[in-house]
T-cell receptor, first 113, second 111 residues
Framework: SAVISQKPSRDICQRGTSLTIQCQVD?????MFWYRQQPGQSLTLIAT?????????ESGFVIDKFPISRPNLTFSTLTVSNMSPEDSSIYLC??????????FGPGTRLTVL | SQQGEEDPQALSIQEGENATMNCSYK?????LQWYRQNSGRGLVHLIL?????REKHSGRLRVTLDTSKKSSSLLITASRAADTASYFC???????????FGSGTRLLVRP
């Protein structure tokens, strides 16, 4: 498994502002992912973040709205920009250590007023 | 779009009983994973079963995979109140590491 931490664990933000979520892993991993879980829903992949390359975004998600950084093999950030109440969700990062088993962080619960 | 559909959407059982959840998917897969989520927190990885495997066990968990029917089941034996959570299946296909999640089953284990 992997020990993954996320900051903040939760936040309440005003519309129009931005929030950056951090994801830290206890060991080096090539593949990191960011997911969104809207209230009462399942998880949807936002983007894949590999170190040394631009993030790859899924359909319906764009870099201007969800910029991602991956400066090294243990850390990534996801920014939710120009937030609206529809962005209220749990945001989760995950890592894959090369065997297709993905392990998830504890999530960041975001509420936008 | 979601790959998997899970049933039932919700399940309520008495402590000590067994709980069975089912997951169906649409395309050929490499692997199928089951996760547990407590009260909207992070996902806990339960078990991974590969496409060439038919059954795996881990403690009180038993997972089966039927690739001909594109379905999987998760059995929790001798359930406990602490098993109350949402359970999700997730699949990956081809060369992609991307996971596609099912809709989830909410399990309530009554003491």
């Amino acid at each position: 498994s992997a020990v993954i931490s996320q900051k903040p664990s939760r936040d309440i933000c005003q519309r129009g502002t931005s929030l950056t979520i951090q994801c830290q892993v206890d060991s080096q991993v090539t593949m990191m992912f960011w997911y969104r879980q809207q209230p009462g829903q399942s998880l949807t992949l936002i983007a894949t973040a590999n170190q040394g390359s631009e993030a790859t975004y899924e359909s319906g998600f764009v870099i201007d709205k969800f910029p991602i950084s991956r400066p090294n093999l243990t850390f990534s950030t996801l920014t939710v920009s120009n937030m609206s109440p529809e962005d209220s969700s749990i945001y989760l990062c995950s890592v894959d250590r090369g065997r297709h088993e993905q392990f998830f962080g504890p999530g960041t619960r975001l509420t936008v007023l | 779009s979601q790959q998997g559909e899970e049933d039932p959407q919700a399940l309520s059982i008495q402590e000590g009983e067994n709980a069975t959840m089912n997951c169906s998917y649409k395309t050929s897969i490499n692997n199928l994973q089951w996760y547990r989520q407590n009260s909207g927190r992070g996902l806990v990885h339960l078990i991974l079963i590969r496409s060439n495997e038919r059954e795996k066990h881990s403690g009180r968990l038993r997972v089966t995979l039927d690739t001909s029917k594109k379905s999987s089941s998760l059995l929790i034996t001798a359930s406990r109140a602490a098993d109350t959570a949402s359970y999700f299946c997730a699949t990956d296909e081809g060369s992609s590491y991307k996971l596609i999640f099912g809709s989830g089953t909410r399990l309530l284990v009554r003491p």
